[in-house]
Each structure stands twice: as structure tokens, then as C-alpha cells.
């Protein structure tokens, strides 16, 4: 069964706007870890945040987790075009070798 | 920067033909996943390699089998070609003795069995 449950599944906004991508997961977790898919392509590690952490920013990403709801969500602000692209949350959920769980994704699209 | 390196970007096959995927790392990682992705289903773990000549099933390893002679190189093996293979396949690796690493990923392989 899938760890990371992303919502929503798609999400379409206006370029400028800001977008928000939730990730649901089911067990205790290590970390939890967002990629970027653009099509056709590998992923992209986007940003990392620890069961510790409740909050991380890199440039114009920000990520909370919560741990006692087993929820994190990925906020990108004043989106781009080239935002566009699939986004997946995955956890190790203690599984050891770093092996990872990843969610189905959310597909986003920046209209310009 | 990491580079992992799938061999293909696109792989015509017929069924029953024995396919071979081959993934480079640049990077020294000790392990190395093999991943299908399909629509609807997301990334789904083939199997996974921690060390030279060491691998681990992983959620769905029926019909693959996978060879790590260097550490540097991973192969995917589709013993034996069948349509319901026809995907997108992803190699990613990273380090082992690391806490709290990311997987660097290949561009993929999309393979077809006709």
C-alpha cells in the first residue's frame, strides 16, 4: 500500500499564484522527502525535513510536517511556468537502506 | 553534481526477448533502486542494491532479475519480455551509512514490449 497520499491529485492555477501540495502517510518516518517529476523526466530532489522539524524553506519552497496528524504539505509561492511538473512526497518510514515509499504525485500546472 | 546515467531514454522489445537496462552513478553511492512508474500507480520499488553483488526484493520483483558487479553499475533484467512490462523504468541511487539522504535519480527508460 502507498505510504505518501498526496491531495489534490491535480492542481491547475494563474502564474504569480502560490500552490499547495499535501502528503498523507501512515507510519513513523525518519524523514519525509518532496521531488519534482517533469515529464518524461527522472525526479528531482526537491527538500528534506526531519520527524524533528516542523518547518523548512528553500527559496521559494516551504514544507511543514506534522507528525501527530502524519501530514506535510509543500508550498510554492509566486509559481512560475516552469514550475509546472509532478510532485511527490515519499517517506522511509524506518525501513532501512534509506529505501523510500513514494506517494502517486500531484500534477501542477502554471498557466501563464 | 550527481549523475546517474540509464543507458536508454526510449527501448522498443518484443515479448519474450530477454531486456537489459544498465544504470551508472558517478557518485560512489553504496545503494542503488531499480523503480517502475506507471500512470495511477506511482513508483513502485523493483529491487534495491546496498553493496557490490548484494540486492533485496523489493514490492514487486516477479519477472526481474537484477546483477551489481561494480559498485558504480546496477542492471535491471526482464528475464523473459512480457507487454504487462511496458513501462517507465527509473534508476536512482544514494549513500548508505548516511542518515537522512536523498536518491538522486536517471531520466528513465521508457520501455515497450510489443
Known amino acids: 500500500s502507498q505510504q505518501g497520499e498526496e491531495d489534490p491529485q491535480a492542481l491547475s492555477i494563474q502564474e504569480g499564484e502560490n500552490a499547495t501540495m499535501n502528503c498523507s502517510y501512515k507510519?513513523?518516518?525518519?524523514?519525509l522527502q518532496w521531488y519534482r517529476q517533469n515529464s518524461g523526466r527522472g525526479l528531482v530532489h526537491l527538500i528534506l525535513?526531519?520527524?524533528?522539524?516542523r518547518e523548512k524553506h528553500s527559496g521559494r519552497l516551504r514544507v511543514t510536517l506534522d507528525t501527530s496528524k502524519k501530514s506535510s504539505s509543500l508550498l510554492i509561492t509566486a509559481s512560475r511556468a516552469a514550475d509546472t511538473a509532478s510532485y511527490f512526497c515519499?517517506?522511509?518510514?524506518?525501513?532501512?537502506?534509506?529505501?523510500?515509499?513514494f506517494g502517486q504525485g500531484t500534477r501542477l500546472t502554471i498557466n501563464p | 553534481d550527481v549523475k546517474v546515467t540509464q543507458s536508454s531514454r526510449y527501448l522498443v522489445k518484443r515479448t519474450g526477448e530477454k531486456v537489459f537496462l544498465e544504470c551508472v552513478q558517478d557518485?560512489?553511492?553504496?545503494?542503488m533502486f531499480w523503480y517502475r512508474q506507471d500512470p495511477g500507480l506511482g513508483l513502485r520499488l523493483i529491487y534495491f542494491?546496498?553493496?557490490?553483488?548484494?540486492?533485496e526484493k523489493g514490492d514487486i520483483p516477479e519477472g526481474y532479475s537484477v546483477s551489481r558487479e561494480k559498485k558504480e553499475r546496477f542492471s535491471l533484467i526482464l528475464e523473459s519480455a512480457s507487454t504487462n512490462q511496458t513501462s517507465m523504468y527509473l534508476c536512482?541511487?544514494?549513500?548508505?551509512?548516511?542518515?537522512?539522504?536523498?536518491?538522486?535519480f536517471g531520466d528513465g527508460t521508457r520501455l515497450s514490449i510489443l
Open positions: 536512482a541511487s544514494s549513500f548508505h551509512d548516511r542518515a537522512h539522504q536523498p536518491q538522486h
Open positions: 515519499a517517506t522511509d518510514a524506518h525501513q532501512g537502506a534509506q529505501k523510500l515509499v
Open positions: 557518485m560512489d553511492h553504496e545503494n
Open positions: 507510519t513513523s518516518i525518519n524523514n
Open positions: 525535513i526531519r520527524s524533528n522539524e
Open positions: 542494491s546496498y553493496d557490490v553483488k548484494m540486492k
